[in-house]
């Protein structure tokens, strides 16, 4: 589901297990986050930025698990 806000910015929803949300939540408490989705979205764009939005999946892949071992999630 897209929605748009003031700014011209299109969100999209994107599903995750609960666990790990409440994990996300757990991690993110006293931090500057707002939201999981806040959190999420800054991983995100930080893991593109330092894969440099290769578009090969396997690499991708790889640079997901080394950030979520990272953040202490495998």
């Known amino acids: 589901m897209k929605v748009k806000r003031a700014n011209k910015v299109e969100f999209t ?4 297990p609960t666990t790990l ?8 408490e006293g931090t500057g986050f707002p939201s999981v989705s ?6 995100l ?3 593109l930025s330092e894969t440099g939005g290769s578009s090969k999946a396997d690499y991708e892949a790889e640079a ?11």
């Not at 949300?21 to 993110?28: A, G, T, V």
């Not at 806040?38 to 991983?43: E, L, M, S």
């Open 13 to 16: 929803s994107v599903s995750i």
């Open 21 to 28: 949300f409440k994990k996300i939540e757990r991690h993110i």
């Open 38 to 43: 806040g959190y999420v979205a800054y991983v």
């Open 45 to 47: 764009r930080t893991l």
């Open 64 to 74: 997901v698990k080394k950030r979520l071992k990272e953040l202490g999630y495998m």
